[in-house]
Structures are given as structure tokens and as C-alpha cells.
């Protein structure tokens, strides 16, 4: 798409939703503009589901995991399905990638991978179906034999977060079908566009229906999904306010939940490591679509001594990165997803000031930009580590440096916070760097940078969410273990 060319929509049939294997006409004409993050223009509008829609997508899916065939497919075959939808998400690469973009202000030259990493998602998952340890052989009393098998949850409700909507989309469903589960994807009002991109890929290789149904819905219809019980399992990406509210809601009922939520994530920089080094690694990371990553490293932690060198060295390559239209290939960081994000990342911006943190760089709208959802850049000196911006989730391009008296204070304040997502320790030497990320509390550590890795699996300790996503590890969140005891040993024991 060209600089100038008006953002255009690549979702064939906005004003339906995909249930039961087939597009159908919603219950109520409500609809949901899906604005440009760029130039603020509306480039889609797709329907609303009502709570009459949610009831006839759970339906469906509840049947199809019912009385379907998914379920009883052999987890070799479900793959067959895995592998198709890996193929047909590479014959898609420009339309995932413009929407993603408009949708959430990334920019193109990052979404560009995007089908790629979709396509090697689905693969990754269709590859453990040979090797998976669905059942196992166990020792039982003489004349006995025993088993462990291991079986779909049931019907899923995968709800998509509006900042990376096709990945986390992605490894929600990929191991859900797999596993022989059911799946209702409710779509980000903000950002729609990959769950339909998915659901006609659905159509298009003949996935048995209800397997997948898709609608976009509102927080409030939203909430009648949670609390469904046709509903088995609830896997939920966004805030750790509304984790709490959907994890309240699945207790009341037993529902399983998967919830990968908020973070505020702590980076250890040790007194051997270069400061320039860490400056120049932390303005390539942080525009990284525009902050709104869970897994950011937002808290900077440096000993007293080093403190200020530290903020100098990122305010000069924090002022340095190139903000602007994310269709441009000179740009170096796109505009926020939508207003009501700005709004909150420049609130937050205000009350560091209030509470007495210096603004280093940033915090302000880029001046040359007369439209788009843009922030600055901003790095915050002097933070204390019990203010709001060191203890809430910002989820825009702001860091707050903390200083610390020691190492070992360093990782008390590193600690010393309600979430627990990703951390970082930079050093020269890996043991320490070993050593010090052993002591985090963070369900990954990074040495030196920022790290993550999905195909080992992605996930928080504390407020940071349940489960884990990606690998093995986000595989048995969609099967339950039964143990299976016999009078003699069956002769055929088929999946």
C-alpha cells in the first residue's frame, strides 16, 4: 500500500460471521467501525455480535465437539487440517500484513513476517501429532493393566487481544485443534481483521463446521461467552483487570482458563555491562509496535552510581528514533492502535511527572504529525519503583529507569512487583547472568536483550496470567488426563 493510498479493508464478508462451517447474517444490524491507526480514517466495518449470536456459535461449536467428527479424527488427521491452513495463510501474506498495520499501528516492515510466522505456528503443532504422548502405559497391579490418555478439553473460547491479533490468535487455536477441541474465536472490535482472514481460509480447505466460528463482540457480549456453559475452557490474551473478572467467572463454574495478562518487566543492567551497548538495544526494542507489547521491558534497573550516565545515553538514542507513517520503510515506530491507548499512555505520562520522575526524552506528540494515534518515544529518570508508572502497565514506548544500592537490591526490585511476565539480566558473564535470572521471578529471562520464545512456550508467574502459550507447554492446556484401568490389557488401544 502507498503512502498516500487510502487504507483499504481485505475482509471479504464484514457484515457476517462465520458459524457452523458457513458466513451467517447476524441477529441485529449493530456494527463496529475498525479505524486506521495512521490516518484515523475508518477502513472496515464489520458486525457486532449480539448475545443471540454468541448463542448460536456456541452451539455450534458444542455440537460439532459433540456429535462431530473432530474429536474422533486421529491427531494425525487433525494435522492433515494444520498443515492446509499453514499453506493458505502464506497465499495471504499481503492482506495479513496491511491489516495488521492499519488495525494496530506495527510497522510494515515488521508485518511483513507476519503469514510466515502464522504458517510455521500451524506447522509447529501439526508435527507433534506422530510424536505427543497421548497415551501411556503404566504399571497396575498383577492382571491389570493401566493408561493414561489424554483428550480434548472440549469447546474453547478464544477471545484476541487487538495488539498482535493473528500470532496470539495463532497459538490459541493451532494447539486447540489439534488437541480435537472446538473453537469460538471472538475477534478484537479493535482489530478484526485476522480472525476473519482465518475463518475463510476455514471455508476455503473445508474444515468440518462448527470446528471454528468466528464473531466480533464488544466487552459486554463478550462476558455472555465466559460465562456459557457450553463452554469448556476460556483462553484469554489482554489486562490483568479483566483476567481477574473472566478467571472469577470460570471459577463460579469450574471452567478451565488459560490467561496470558499484563506485565510490567523488570531489565537487571549489571555494572560490567557496556551503558551505550544497552541504550542502543533498548531504542531498538522499545518502538517495537509502539510498546504495545505485555513482554516489554518497561523497568530499567542500573545501580546509583550509573544512574544518570544510563538516562543520558537513552535520552540520545531515545531522540534519535524515526516516528512516523508505519507504511514507510524510513520510519522506526508507528502510532499507538487506537485514541482511547493514547489517551492512556499520555495519563500516564502526566502522573509521572506529578509523582516526581524527571522526563529524560519524549512524552509528548511528534510535532510533524498532525494525525495518527503517535506518542514520542519516552524515557523517565529518577523513577521510584512504588509510583504509578513503575507499578502500572503503560503498554506504549515508555521506560522508567530505577536505580538500585546493590545487586541484590537490584533484584528485590526487580521482584517487587504484582506481575511477572518477562525480565532481562544484561552482564558479560552468563553464569551471573544465570545466576541473577534464576533469582526473577518472570516466566522468561533474557540475557542481555529482550527474548522471548514461543516454540519453548510464553507465560507469567503472579498477576502475569495461567498456562502458557506456544510449544508443548501450550498444548495440555487443551486436553484433559484420564486414567484408564483394566482387567486384562485391550487389544486394539486406538486415539
Not at 368 to 376: A, K, S, V, W
Not at 411 to 420: C, F, K, P, V, W
Not at 428 to 434: F, M
Request: net charge negative; with cysteine; glycine share 8%.
Amino acid at each position: 500500500m502507498s503512502l498516500t493510498a487510502a487504507p483499504k479493508s481485505h475482509i471479504s464478508k464484514p457484515l457476517t460471521f462465520f458459524i457452523d462451517g458457513e458466513w451467517q447474517t447476524p441477529s441485529s444490524s449493530a456494527t463496529i467501525d475498525v479505524i486506521d491507526s495512521n490516518s484515523e480514517a475508518c477502513f472496515a466495518t464489520v458486525a457486532e455480535a449480539q448475545a443471540a449470536d454468541i448463542e448460536r456459535a456456541v452451539s455450534a461449536a458444542r455440537q460439532a465437539f459433540d456429535q462431530g467428527p473432530w474429536p474422533r479424527m486421529c491427531p494425525e488427521e487433525r494435522a492433515d487440517y494444520l498443515n492446509k491452513i499453514a499453506d493458505a495463510w502464506l497465499t495471504r501474506g499481503e492482506a495479513v500484513a496491511d491489516t495488521w498495520t492499519m488495525e494496530s499501528g506495527v510497522l510494515r516492515s515488521m508485518s511483513a513476517h507476519s503469514a510466515k510466522g502464522l504458517a510455521e505456528v500451524f506447522r509447529f503443532y501439526a508435527d507433534l501429532a506422530k510424536n505427543f504422548p497421548w497415551q501411556e502405559d503404566h504399571p497396575a497391579p498383577e492382571g491389570q493393566s493401566a493408561m493414561l490418555v489424554r483428550e480434548a478439553v472440549g469447546v474453547v473460547a478464544a477471545i484476541i487481544p487487538w495488539n498482535a491479533p493473528h500470532s496470539l490468535m495463532a497459538y490459541k487455536v493451532a494447539p486447540a485443534l489439534l488437541a480435537g477441541c472446538t473453537v469460538i474465536i471472538k475477534a478484537s472490535p479493535e482489530a478484526p481483521g485476522a480472525p476473519y482472514l482465518f475463518a475463510e481460509i476455514c471455508e476455503e480447505i473445508g474444515l468440518p463446521k462448527g470446528v471454528i466460528n468466528v464473531l466480533t463482540a464488544d466487552r459486554e457480549v463478550s462476558e455472555l461467552l465466559v460465562r456459557s456453559p457450553g463452554v469448556d475452557k476460556v483462553s484469554f490474551t489482554g489486562s490483568t483487570v479483566a483476567g481477574r473478572k473472566i478467571a472469577s467467572i470460570c471459577g463460579e463454574r469450574v471452567a478451565r482458563f488459560t490467561l496470558e495478562l499484563g506485565g510490567k518487566s523488570p531489565a537487571v543492567i549489571l555494572d560490567d555491562y557496556d551503558l551505550g551497548k544497552a541504550a542502543d538495544m533498548f531504542a531498538r526494542i522499545t518502538p517495537m509496535m509502539t510498546g504495545q507489547v505485555c513482554a516489554s521491558l518497561t523497568r530499567v534497573i542500573v545501580s546509583e552510581q550509573r544512574h544518570d550516565d544510563l538516562v543520558d545515553a537513552l535520552a540520545d538514542s531515545f531522540g534519535k528514533i524515526v516516528v512516523g507513517n508505519p507504511f514507510d520503510p524510513a520510519s522506526q515506530m508507528g502510532p499507538l492502535a487506537i485514541s482511547r491507548q493514547r489517551d492512556r499512555v499520555e495519563s500516564f505520562i502526566q502522573q509521572g511527572q506529578q509523582e516526581g520522575a524527571r522526563l529524560a526524552v519524549g512524552g509528548g506528540r511528534p510535532k510533524h504529525l498532525d494525525r495518527g494515534f503517535y506518542i514520542e518515544p519516552t524515557v523517565f529518570a529518577n523513577v521510584n519503583n512504588n509510583s504509578t508508572i513503575a507499578r502500572e502497565e503503560i503498554f506504549g514506548p515508555v521506560i522508567s529507569v530505577i536505580s538500585a544500592k546493590s545487586e541484590e537490591h537490584a533484584i528485590e526490585l526487580a521482584n517487587d512487583s504484582i506481575y511477572g511476565l518477562n525480565s532481562s539480566v544484561f552482564t558479560n558473564d552468563v553464569e551471573r547472568a544465570y545466576a541473577v535470572g534464576r533469582r526473577l521471578r518472570a516466566g522468561t529471562v533474557g540475557h542481555n536483550g529482550f527474548k522471548v520464545n514461543f516454540n519453548i512456550g510464553f507465560g507469567g508467574f503472579k498477576q502475569s496470567g495461567i498456562g502458557r502459550e506456544g510449544g508443548v507447554e501450550g498444548l495440555h492446556p487443551y486436553l484433559e488426563s484420564k486414567t484408564m484401568i483394566f482387567e486384562g490389557t485391550p487389544s486394539a488401544k486406538k486415539l
